[in-house]
């Protein structure tokens, strides 16, 4: 059974940093793509940033380039966001995802449950 369990979230002033961690199990991480969504209230999900199986690669939202930074440990089975210079704008549900090809499309092979950020300003 796949799990993606994110966490880090919380409360943080516009500015802050905030870093959120995805831990995985049930499948064989080296092997998917990971990425970052996130969803606000009465919005749709967006992208945010992937990363591909190796690491090597890296794609982010036009949004948030520069500001967050995408990143993920095989060893540990785990894939992180580190966010920067966060706005009010930012604030949503964070979501972790697997898919054995990444992308920027929500169509990813299994998700996470979330993680809230909220940013005041």
Same mark, same amino acid.
């Not at 905030?18 to 991480?29: D, M």
């Not at 095989?74 to 706005?87: C, E, G, H, R």
């Not at 090809?101 to 005041?120: K, R």
């Given at each position: 059974?796949?799990?993606?369990?994110?966490?880090?979230? +919380?409360?943080?002033?516009?500015?802050? #940093?905030?870093?959120?961690?995805?831990? !995985? #199990?049930?499948? &064989?991480?080296?092997?998917?793509?990971? +990425? *970052?969504?996130?969803?606000a209230p009465g919005k $749709?999900? $967006?992208?945010?940033a992937y990363i591909t199986? #190796?690491? &090597?690669? &890296?794609?982010?939202? =036009?949004?948030?380039? +520069?500001?967050?930074?995408?990143?993920?440990d095989n060893a540990k089975? &785990?894939?992180?966001?580190?966010?920067?210079?966060?706005?009010? $704008? @930012?604030? !949503? $549900?964070?979501?972790?995802?697997? =898919?054995?090809? /990444? /992308?920027?499309?929500?169509?990813? @092979?299994? *998700? /996470?449950?979330?993680?809230?950020?909220?940013?005041? #300003?």
């Amino acid at each position: 059974q796949v799990q993606l369990v994110e966490s880090g979230g +919380g409360l943080v002033q516009a500015g802050g #940093s905030l870093t959120l961690s995805c831990a !995985a #199990s049930g499948l &064989t991480f080296k092997n998917y793509a990971m +990425g *970052w969504f996130r969803q606000a209230p009465g919005k $749709e999900r $967006e992208f945010v940033a992937y990363i591909t199986w #190796s690491g &090597t690669n &890296t794609h982010y939202s =036009d949004s948030v380039k +520069g500001r967050f930074t995408i990143s993920r440990d095989n060893a540990k089975n &785990t894939v992180y966001l580190q966010m920067f210079s966060l706005a009010p $704008e @930012d604030t !949503a $549900e964070y979501y972790c995802a697997a =898919d054995t090809i /990444g /992308g920027t499309s929500p169509h990813y @092979d299994y *998700w /996470g449950q979330g993680t809230q950020v909220t940013v005041s #300003s």
